[in-house]
């Protein structure tokens, strides 16, 4: 009993239900390791009992909790302020200094702040005034009880819902790495990106383009393909670079010149050999190209102009850009497990690595100026976006977790929970559940800080985005963590105060005017898509899952979808439509040995429910016609019958490509994230050959009129 009532005080599940019906006991050998990760020994009876007794000492003793939100007033509706001021003492101070430089005295709490925060009918007018004024932002909120005590919390004010799409829009969905143009380096960069939004957007109404995350990879041979397992969620990785368009290439002379153009010439061989001869994408040979010609290009002395913008980058991003471009400096000659480096390297504060800065200044200035023209580009795509007249613009993807052996990672060490994991206890999909291999934040070390990693990986991600897409958005209520060593079943789920993680995104989300989405797919528990909903977060629907669970199972009618949705027919992880309608993914995963069932089963529950789908599009008079690519067009067609806000187009569909981009369950037995985007045949298609396609156009034709979303039948 005490060792659930510590660990309830830390927000650590001792037990889970996969279902409404089914309770699972947590370990206790995992409650106890989760803890000890959290900086708590649970160890014995007796070392249980006095943790315990200091977490409930703190708990009464403590004004209030390090980070505080209140949701500014929209409109005609009230604030709502924090709940926490009511249990404040009576005669305690509160003084306020805003992040706009401001000081401010604020009502005593137990008479004005208490009677608002308390949610009274009798709110006095001045106390609800004062609070409702104040700017939204990060603050230090310093509270002083009558009897000594003062503590210092974190004030959130966040809008009460994040931006909407200003209008129904529809986009492609793309995995970058996928898009190859007759210019790119053997894999899409954000030049290709920038041209498919302007054409997409002008030729054909597209209102945005979603792509996979752009996140730095760790570096090494062969490198993690994964975008969700990244170095860093903070900085973009240069390998997406156009290198033509980095202005400093036109001002290489010499013997320079020559290098450089023969680099060219090895990356035009590598592009041909992806998209005539039919190889898959090398990243690693694509980044060997590309590093080698960004040595070239930073040895042009940048102009002035060009030198007062980087300083300006520098300063802007401070001591994380420093951290981010030593960790790859220090991974050139160490290697990039960073673990194994040399004592004292290990740590970014230390002495040591203090004198490798200095040591390594050159490289250092190097990754930052790589991280620099990466941001430029980006804005370039996000402004061709926005040229082209799309609604939305950019969809940039956050991944949930980063690589333990990368440069966040070690920057942040304090901020992650040593030994541990996050992944997904065992369910319908997975009966052994799955461990990601990402470490996890500690909640207690975020509250702490004011949300601060938090908040600088939003800042830096939308500073480019028209809007960003939060995978596995269910991590901003409880994450599930596997000790290090433990099988997945063994791991519990770690609560985080989620409503300060949506509060922090609601904030900076508006302070770049951009929507937000959620991967909301999978286990989510009960009341999670009703507090994302009611904050303005967008949700994701897919077709294929789109069924009345609690009734009859069959297909779900459009009218019945939510509104607040970006609504699919596939996504990265799952078979393109022409796949799932032919039954091919389903002989892919027999021969890779991934079936649960005999292969005839599977077959035959496959072909029920794509009947079922098909017989729902006809009797709604949207399959005039028979042939996969009049399916396909159905499925879109039916895709604009729902209210959902945004439909998004798999850019594979368009062309007819059956073959999925990453398929779970499988490391090295299928080429994951590695594949161009392709014809029905297989054939790898350009961009310039996609823009082309009447196939393509013929499946935007039935997008491409301007309709509203029709309304959303009343929950």
């Not at 597209?206 to 730095?216: D, E, M, R, S, T």
């Not at 202005?247 to 998209?275: F, I, K, M, N, T």
């Not at 196939?695 to 039948?713: G, I, K, N, S």
Request: hydrophobic content about 45%; proline content about 8%.
């Amino acid at each position: 009993m005490s060792l659930a009532r510590l660990a309830e005080s830390h927000g650590v599940a001792t037990s889970y239900s996969p279902s409404p019906d089914v309770t699972v006991l947590v370990p206790d050998d995992t409650v106890v390791s989760v803890l000890a990760a959290l900086g708590v020994d649970a160890s014995t009876a007796a070392s249980v009992d006095e943790a315990l007794s200091r977490a409930e000492s703190a708990a009464a003793s403590r004004l209030l909790p390090p980070t505080l939100v209140l949701w500014s007033a929209r409109h005609d509706e009230a604030a709502e302020l924090p709940s926490a001021l009511a249990a404040l003492p009576t005669g305690t101070t509160l003084r306020l200094a805003t992040e706009q430089g401001e000081s401010l005295d604020l009502p005593a709490a137990g008479s004005a702040a208490a009677a608002v925060a308390a949610g009274r009918s009798d709110r006095p007018a001045s106390a609800v005034s004062t609070w409702t004024l104040l700017p939204l932002g990060v603050h230090r909120l310093e509270a002083r009880a009558p009897d000594g005590r003062t503590v210092l919390s974190t004030l959130v004010v966040a809008p009460g819902r994040l931006p909407a799409p200003p209008a129904r829009t529809h986009g492609f969905l793309v995995q970058l790495y996928s898009l190859l143009s007759s210019r790119s380096w053997g894999m899409g960069d954000l030049g290709d990106l920038a041209e498919l939004a302007t054409w997409s957007g002008r030729a054909l109404g597209a209102g945005f383009v979603q792509i996979n995350p752009l996140h730095a990879a760790v570096p090494g041979t062969p490198t993690d393909p994964s975008p969700y397992r990244p170095s860093s969620r903070r900085f973009p990785d240069p390998v997406h670079l156009r290198i033509e368009a980095v202005p400093e290439y036109a001002y290489v002379l010499g013997p320079d010149r020559a290098r450089l153009d023969a680099l060219v010439e090895q990356a035009a061989a590598l592009r041909e050999s992806v998209l005539d001869k039919g190889a898959l994408i090398d990243r690693d040979a694509v980044w060997e190209l590309k590093r080698a010609a960004l040595d070239i290009l930073a040895g042009v002395p940048l102009g002035p102009g060009r030198r007062v913008e980087y300083c300006d980058f520098l300063a802007a991003q401070g001591q994380a850009l420093e951290d981010h471009a030593t960790w790859y400096a220090l991974a050139e000659v160490h290697g990039p497990r960073w673990r194994d480096w040399p004592d004292g390297l290990r740590d970014p504060r230390s002495d040591e690595t203090a004198a490798a800065r200095r040591e390594l200044l050159d490289r250092i200035d190097f990754h930052c100026r790589l991280a620099w023209l990466t941001d430029g580009q980006l804005a370039a795509a996000s402004r061709a976006a926005e040229d082209s007249g799309m609604a939305v613009g950019i969809v940039h993807d956050l991944a949930v977790g980063v690589h333990p052996d990368g440069a966040d990672a070690w920057a942040q060490q304090d901020t992650f929970a040593a030994g541990m994991s996050v992944g997904a206890p065992p369910d319908a999909f997975n009966a052994l559940g799955q461990d990601w291999g990402l470490p996890p934040w500690r909640p207690d070390v975020l509250a702490a800080s004011g949300f601060a990693p938090y908040r600088g990986l939003l800042k830096g991600l939308l500073r480019n985005a028209g809007a960003l897409r939060i995978d596995h958005v269910m991590g901003l209520f409880r994450l599930w963590w596997v000790p290090e060593g433990q099988e997945p079943t063994r791991g519990t789920y770690v609560r985080y105060d989620a409503e300060a993680m949506l509060a922090v995104l609601a904030l900076e989300a508006h302070r770049a005017g951009a929507v937000v989405i959620g991967e909301d797919l999978g286990t989510v528990e009960p009341g999670v898509r009703e507090a994302l909903e009611r904050r303005g977060v967008l949700g994701t629907s897919v077709l294929w899952f789109e069924r009345d669970w609690a009734g009859t199972g069959r297909p779900l009618p459009p009218e019945s979808w939510r509104e607040g949705c970006v609504a699919t027919a596939t996504t990265h992880d799952l078979p393109s439509t022409a796949a799932r309608l032919t039954g091919e993914h389903v002989e892919l995963r027999h021969r890779l040995g991934l079936l649960t069932h005999p292969l005839e089963r599977e077959q035959a529950e496959e072909q029920r429910e794509v009947a079922e789908w098909l017989d729902c599009l006809a009797r709604l008079g949207l399959l005039p016609g028979g042939g996969e690519e009049e399916e396909i067009r159905a499925v879109y067609r039916f895709l604009l019958r729902t209210p959902a806000r945004m439909v998004g187009v798999w850019l594979p569909d368009a062309v007819g490509d059956r073959r999925p981009q990453n398929l779970p369950g499988t490391w090295d037995q299928y080429p994951n994230w590695r594949l161009p985007v392709a014809d029905a045949e297989g054939r790898p298609m350009s961009l310039e050959q996609l823009a082309a396609s009447p196939r393509l156009h013929a499946l935007m034709d039935v997008l491409r009129p301007p309709t509203a979303p029709p309304r959303a039948r009343p929950a």
